[in-house]
Nanobody
């Protein structure tokens, strides 16, 4: 399974950015998809997740500013980020819990990450 992120970049504080992630491979079903981030010198942290039936979960600091969405038919997940702050600067990673065509077990997969830099 490959997860490929896009949409990162440099944005001014208060601005918006949209991240996208596409999953490909021998996929039977994708359960939960999500976004995590890791700032320099910090641990990777949850940003938001979304289940196959659309239930979402956000880290407290992202509520009201970030919106996660997915397209089950295309195996994609997006993250719309608004009112960005300098502390949102991090590498953002796409994550998916996937059941493959070849096994009934769920595996966890990560994208390579995309840099988001918010200038103040």
């Amino acid at each position: 399974v490959q997860l490929v992120e896009s949409g990162g970049g440099l944005v001014q504080a208060g601005g918006s950015l949209r991240l996208s992630c596409a999953a490909s491979g021998s996929i039977f079903r994708i359960n939960r998809m999500g976004w995590y981030r890791q700032a320099p010198g910090k641990q990777r942290e949850l940003v938001a997740t979304i289940t196959g039936d659309g239930n979402t979960n956000y880290a407290d600091s992202m509520k009201g500013r970030f919106t996660i969405s997915r397209d089950n038919a295309k195996n994609t997940v997006d993250l719309q980020m608004t009112s960005l702050k300098s502390e949102d600067t991090a590498v953002y990673y796409c994550n998916a819990l996937v059941i493959l065509n070849t096994t009934p077990y769920e595996g966890r997969y990560w994208g390579q990450g995309t840099q988001v830099t918010v200038s103040s």
